[in-house]
């Protein structure tokens, strides 16, 4: 079993920065790419940034220069930190990963999501 666990959401004024975190436990062997995703109400879920194990980011264009990826492999924890934060970032937002247990299976593990508010 595999659990991603989400944390770090909140309501945060215009301008203002906040840093997720999201930690993979349980059965696992490796962890290949990680990411966030988001969802704001009446929208479908959208591309956040995604970290290879090697490191390589990667970014959707509304969030570049803003928003920046991190892993820290030793605890299978992904971070993504949150600057100059708009109203428009406002949605839930949801970890990934592929994941390899130590059965030898590969799937990707999502986290249950965290809310973030952009409200003045």
């Known amino acids: 079993q595999v659990q991603l666990v989400e944390s770090g959401g909140d309501l945060v004024q215009p301008g203002g920065s906040l840093r997720l975190s999201c930690a993979a436990s349980?059965?696992?062997?490796?962890?290949?790419?990680m990411g966030w995703y988001r969802q704001a109400p009446g929208k479908q879920r959208e591309l956040v940034a995604t970290?290879?194990?090697?490191?390589?980011?990667n970014y959707a264009d509304s969030v570049k220069g803003r928003f920046t990826i991190s892993r820290d492999n030793a605890k299978n924890t992904v971070y993504l930190q949150m600057n100059s934060l708009k109203p428009e970032d406002t949605a839930v937002y949801y970890c990934?990963?592929?994941?390899?247990?130590?059965?030898?299976?590969?799937?990707?593990?999502w986290g249950q999501g965290t809310q973030v508010t952009v409200s003045s």
């Open positions: 349980g059965s696992i062997f490796s962890i290949a790419r």
């Open positions: 970290i290879t194990s090697g490191g390589t980011t």
């Open positions: 990934n990963a592929d994941i390899r247990t130590f059965d030898m299976s590969f799937k990707t593990y």
